[in-house]
């Protein structure tokens, strides 16, 4: 069951047992969690009968859509929440041209592209699962730490310019930001590398907020 609750209440609905799925941008009921207390709450909530099985993934479904775009699938998809670079219909061998992204948290969603036909990001559910798809619409918001600001008013201010702007044309406003970087691991897992001529930008991907935490050459 979906939720739709006031800002006032979230920590009330959490501590119920409501789960946050950030991709739908909405609290949701698990099938484990007693439903009555919402019940309860109904006046100020609203409540939506929309959870389908977490079970049933329809991932046939999300591959015959994301081949009809032109993404070239050709083994079992990853599902893990990242996103994932695959060739399409056209490009070069060692070309990926396209990616996609399957979430399974609340309600299965895949989210891909395809860069060649210059198509935007494409926004998938369960054919069965009658959801408002607006509310997949995200746009990331570029914020810099203290340290990374600090960093950026050391350098001449042609490079300077040079990093904000790409970081403006690029990752401000945009509906996904990790197809453009590199996820890093072992110590730094969780923190994403972006390339701007010989700078390397290190960022943590947070709530529909890149962070820069530093810069580097």
């Known amino acids: 069951m979906w939720i ?17 799925d950030a991709n739908a941008k909405c609290w949701y009921v698990p099938e484990n969690v007693d439903l009555k207390p919402f019940e309860n709450l109904k006046q100020d909530l609203e409540l939506n009968q929309v959870q389908s099985e977490k079970t049933d993934i329809p991932i046939a479904f999300f591959v015959e859509k994301m081949q009809e775009a032109g993404l070239v699938i050709d083994k079992s998809p990853e599902i893990n929440g990242r996103s994932t670079r695959v060739a399409v219909q056209g490009d070069k061998a060692g070309q990926k041209s396209g990616w ?30 009658k959801i408002d798809m607006s509310i997949f619409g995200m746009s990331y918001t570029v914020l810099f ?10 350098l001449d201010k042609t490079t300077a310019k040079l990093i904000t702007s790409w970081l403006k044309k690029n990752l401000e406003g945009c509906e996904n930001p990790e197809p453009l970087g590199k996820a890093l691991v072992a110590n730094k897992s969780g923190q994403w590398r972006y390339r701007i001529g010989v700078y390397r930008i290190l960022a943590e991907i947070k709530d529909e ?9």
């Open 145 to 154: 730490t203290q340290k990374a600001k600090k960093r950026l008013s050391e």
């Open 4 to 20: 739709k609750a006031p800002f006032e209440m979230r920590e009330q609905i959490k501590e119920l047992g409501a789960k946050y």
């Open 100 to 129: 996609y992204k399957i979430h399974t948290d609340g309600v299965p969603v895949c989210l891909f592209q395809n860069w060649r036909t210059g198509d935007g990001v494409q926004k998938l559910v369960a054919p069965s699962t």
């Open 209 to 217: 907020k890149v962070i820069i935490l530093f810069l580097q050459i």
